[in-house]
Nanobody
Framework: VQLVESGGGSVQAGGSLRLSCVVS????????IGWFRQVPGKDREGVAA????????YYDPSVRNLFFISQEKSKNSVSLQMNGLRPEDTAMYYC????????????????????WGKGTQVTVS
Protein backbone atom coordinates (compact mmCIF):
# COMPACT_ATOMS: atom_id res chain seq x y z
CA VAL A 1 0.00 0.00 0.00
CA GLN A 2 1.33 3.41 -0.95
CA LEU A 3 0.05 6.77 0.25
CA VAL A 4 1.16 10.03 -1.29
CA GLU A 5 0.26 13.38 0.24
CA SER A 6 0.13 16.72 -1.53
CA GLY A 7 -1.22 20.21 -1.01
CA GLY A 8 0.94 21.49 1.79
CA GLY A 9 2.47 24.94 1.75
CA SER A 10 2.72 28.25 3.53
CA VAL A 11 -0.32 30.30 4.43
CA GLN A 12 -1.17 33.24 6.64
CA ALA A 13 -3.18 32.79 9.81
CA GLY A 14 -6.86 32.53 9.05
CA GLY A 15 -6.22 31.05 5.63
CA SER A 16 -7.11 27.66 4.18
CA LEU A 17 -5.34 24.72 2.62
CA ARG A 18 -6.56 21.47 1.14
CA LEU A 19 -4.42 18.39 1.55
CA SER A 20 -4.85 15.33 -0.63
CA CYS A 21 -3.82 11.72 -0.08
CA VAL A 22 -3.83 9.24 -2.94
CA VAL A 23 -3.96 5.60 -1.88
CA SER A 24 -2.75 2.81 -4.15
CA UNK A 25 -1.96 -0.88 -3.89
CA UNK A 26 -4.07 -4.00 -3.62
CA UNK A 27 -2.98 -5.29 -0.24
CA UNK A 28 -4.92 -2.85 1.89
CA UNK A 29 -7.95 -4.49 3.49
CA UNK A 30 -8.71 -2.03 6.24
CA UNK A 31 -11.18 0.77 5.82
CA UNK A 32 -9.72 3.63 7.79
CA ILE A 33 -7.76 6.55 6.38
CA GLY A 34 -6.45 9.14 8.78
CA TRP A 35 -4.58 12.42 8.80
CA PHE A 36 -1.93 13.04 11.41
CA ARG A 37 0.49 15.83 12.14
CA GLN A 38 3.80 16.11 13.88
CA VAL A 39 6.17 18.86 14.92
CA PRO A 40 9.79 18.20 15.84
CA GLY A 41 10.18 16.88 19.36
CA LYS A 42 6.54 15.97 19.79
CA ASP A 43 4.46 12.85 19.23
CA ARG A 44 2.49 12.40 16.06
CA GLU A 45 -1.14 13.28 16.73
CA GLY A 46 -4.33 12.30 14.97
CA VAL A 47 -6.30 15.11 13.38
CA ALA A 48 -9.08 13.44 11.43
CA ALA A 49 -10.04 10.04 10.07
CA UNK A 50 -12.64 8.58 7.77
CA UNK A 51 -14.19 5.17 7.40
CA UNK A 52 -14.07 4.75 3.65
CA UNK A 53 -16.79 2.12 3.84
CA UNK A 54 -19.57 4.33 5.16
CA UNK A 55 -18.01 7.84 5.27
CA UNK A 56 -18.12 8.04 9.07
CA UNK A 57 -15.70 10.76 10.15
CA TYR A 58 -13.73 11.37 13.31
CA TYR A 59 -12.04 14.57 14.44
CA ASP A 60 -9.78 15.68 17.19
CA PRO A 61 -11.75 18.28 19.19
CA SER A 62 -9.10 20.92 18.48
CA VAL A 63 -9.94 20.96 14.77
CA ARG A 64 -13.63 20.13 14.79
CA ASN A 65 -15.64 22.55 12.63
CA LEU A 66 -12.40 23.86 11.10
CA PHE A 67 -10.98 20.80 9.34
CA PHE A 68 -13.07 18.52 7.15
CA ILE A 69 -12.10 15.11 5.84
CA SER A 70 -13.69 13.55 2.78
CA GLN A 71 -13.01 10.93 0.15
CA GLU A 72 -13.21 10.78 -3.63
CA LYS A 73 -13.67 7.12 -4.42
CA SER A 74 -13.16 7.58 -8.16
CA LYS A 75 -9.69 8.98 -7.46
CA ASN A 76 -8.81 6.69 -4.53
CA SER A 77 -8.08 9.81 -2.55
CA VAL A 78 -8.89 11.32 0.80
CA SER A 79 -8.75 15.08 1.31
CA LEU A 80 -8.39 17.26 4.36
CA GLN A 81 -9.85 20.74 4.00
CA MET A 82 -8.28 23.00 6.62
CA ASN A 83 -9.92 26.32 7.36
CA GLY A 84 -9.14 29.02 9.89
CA LEU A 85 -5.52 27.93 10.10
CA ARG A 86 -3.51 29.03 13.12
CA PRO A 87 0.24 29.13 13.72
CA GLU A 88 -0.12 26.13 16.02
CA ASP A 89 -1.35 24.10 13.05
CA THR A 90 2.16 24.30 11.61
CA ALA A 91 3.42 20.73 11.26
CA MET A 92 4.27 17.94 8.89
CA TYR A 93 1.00 16.30 7.90
CA TYR A 94 0.81 12.60 7.15
CA CYS A 95 -1.93 10.37 5.85
CA UNK A 96 -2.14 6.76 6.87
CA UNK A 97 -4.19 3.61 6.27
CA UNK A 98 -5.35 1.54 9.20
CA UNK A 99 -7.93 -0.62 10.90
CA UNK A 100 -11.27 0.82 11.99
CA UNK A 101 -12.40 0.74 15.61
CA UNK A 102 -15.89 1.10 17.02
CA UNK A 103 -14.41 3.48 19.58
CA UNK A 104 -14.06 6.78 17.78
CA UNK A 105 -11.05 8.03 19.70
CA UNK A 106 -9.12 4.89 18.78
CA UNK A 107 -9.38 5.86 15.14
CA UNK A 108 -7.09 8.83 15.82
CA UNK A 109 -4.31 6.81 17.41
CA UNK A 110 -1.15 5.97 15.51
CA UNK A 111 -1.22 2.36 16.78
CA UNK A 112 -4.21 1.58 14.57
CA UNK A 113 -2.37 2.49 11.38
CA UNK A 114 -0.17 0.21 9.34
CA UNK A 115 0.80 2.26 6.28
CA TRP A 116 2.07 5.82 6.15
CA GLY A 117 2.86 8.44 3.57
CA LYS A 118 5.97 10.59 3.66
CA GLY A 119 4.17 13.74 4.67
CA THR A 120 3.55 17.26 3.42
CA GLN A 121 4.61 20.38 5.28
CA VAL A 122 2.09 23.00 6.39
CA THR A 123 3.38 26.32 7.69
CA VAL A 124 1.07 28.99 9.10
CA SER A 125 2.46 32.40 9.94
Amino acid sequence: VQLVESGGGSVQAGGSLRLSCVVSGNSYSGKLIGWFRQVPGKDREGVAAIDIGDDSVYYDPSVRNLFFISQEKSKNSVSLQMNGLRPEDTAMYYCAAGRWSRWWRENLKTERYDYWGKGTQVTVS
